[in-house]
């Protein structure tokens, strides 16, 4: 049981290249999340998913597209990266995405856009 | 929007207690959560208290909610430094699952 797991653990990019962050759990959740976090700013909702086939913004979307591809899979993708966009990325899925439903988190993605 | 706020640093040493504390603006807040990062990793759930409770405490950590004030602690009882982390309070605000963090607050303990 490896929880969420994200790929890869760092990427380097030059601006305007492209990349998707993929995110996987095997905990069988129902709602997954990703995030960017940046220093002294916590974290913040990129997009999230509350369930198969249903993707919806969050606080931070522009610049960023999302694919839930199965109940397993939640990718993110960056179309045309921006310096603004380095940030570590954090994916976490939660059983229903309601109410005392703890999130559980992947180990991050750390991005640097040049 | 909705905003939650906490101090950025708190140093302490081992054996005491230490207090961190935020505060946030959501009036319809259902639960607020504890969170803490290690370097380099994810977040894990440290606690969580639903908002119609005061107080909750589980093995040396006591989360107090003031609804009033909309004001949220954490208090580590006999802190080692092993506790060294950075910790989130977070929101969630009516049944979407979605999380206001706060920037959090970077706990250093000294030996």
């Known amino acids: 049981n490896a929880g969420v797991t994200q790929t890869p653990k760092f990427q380097v990019l030059k601006t305007g290249q492209s990349m998707t962050l993929q995110c996987a759990q095997d905990?069988?959740?129902?709602?997954m999340y990703w995030y960017r976090q940046d220093p002294g700013m916590g974290l913040r909702l990129i997009y999230y998913?509350?369930?198969?086939?249903?993707?919806d913004k969050g606080e931070v979307p522009n610049g960023y597209n999302v694919s839930r591809l199965n109940k397993r899979e939640f990718s993110l993708r960056l179309e045309s990266a921006a310096p603004s966009q380095t940030s570590v990325y954090f994916c976490a899925s939660s059983e229903k995405g309601g109410g005392a439903d703890t999130q559980y988190f992947g180990p991050g993605t750390r991005l640097t856009v040049l | 929007g909705e905003d939650v706020e906490q101090s950025l640093f708190l140093s302490v040493r081992e054996g005491d207690s230490s207090v961190i504390n935020c505060t946030y603006t959501?009036?319809?807040?259902?639960?607020l959560y504890w969170y803490k990062q290690e370097p380099g990793a994810g977040l894990q759930l440290l606690t969580y208290?639903?908002?119609?409770?005061d107080m909750k405490q589980d093995q040396r950590l006591t989360v107090l909610l003031n609804k009033k004030d909309k004001h949220l602690s954490l208090r580590i009882a006999d802190t080692q430094t092993g506790d060294s982390a950075i910790y989130f309070c977070a929101d969630a605000s009516g049944n979407t699952g979605k999380l206001i963090f706060g920037q959090g607050t970077t706990l250093q303990v000294k030996p």
């Open positions: 905990m069988n959740h129902n709602s």
């Open positions: 998913s509350a369930s198969e086939g249903t993707t």
């Open positions: 208290i639903f908002s119609n409770m």
């Open positions: 959501d009036s319809s807040s259902t639960y």
